[in-house]
Nanobody
Framework: QVQLVESGGGLVQAGGSLSLSCAAS????????MGWFRQAPGKEREFVAA????????WYASSVKGRFTISRDNAENTVHLQMNSLKPEDTAVYYC????????????????WGQGTQVNVPS
């Protein structure tokens, strides 16, 4: 069992930066691919970024590539999402997810989810 707790959301002006963190419980954190997904009001959940257990592989949605950076610290059981050049369309609840043997961009393949943290980028 893995429990995930996101933090770092908030209100930021367009063009600004925000860093999200996800703290995970459990002793086998490094076995899991970690992903960030987001859901805007009235829209389906969408993939944002993912990172392999070792941190050696990362994947990004085209909409955030070059602006967002995912990283992880296996010693601290945390995963981070650095978000730069934020846009109003980045406004959403951001969720951290963990899974083994996942398809990184497919949320249905992840096993564990956090409660989410709200990011607001007003237009």
């Amino acid at each position: 069992q893995v429990q995930l707790v996101e933090s770092g959301g908030g209100l930021v002006q367009a063009g600004g930066s925000l860093s999200l963190s996800c703290a995970a419980s459990g002793r086998i954190f490094s076995r899991y691919t970690m992903g960030w997904f987001r859901q805007a009001p009235g829209k389906e959940r969408e993939f944002v970024a993912a990172i392999s257990g070792s941190g050696g592989n990362t994947w990004y949605a085209s909409s955030v590539k070059g602006r967002f950076t995912i990283s992880r610290d296996n010693a601290e059981n945390t995963v981070h999402l650095q978000m730069n050049s934020l846009k109003p369309e980045d406004t959403a609840v951001y969720y951290c997810a963990a899974g083994a043997g996942v398809v990184p961009s497919n949320g249905r393949t992840y096993d564990y989810w956090g409660q989410g943290t709200q990011v607001n980028v007003p237009s």
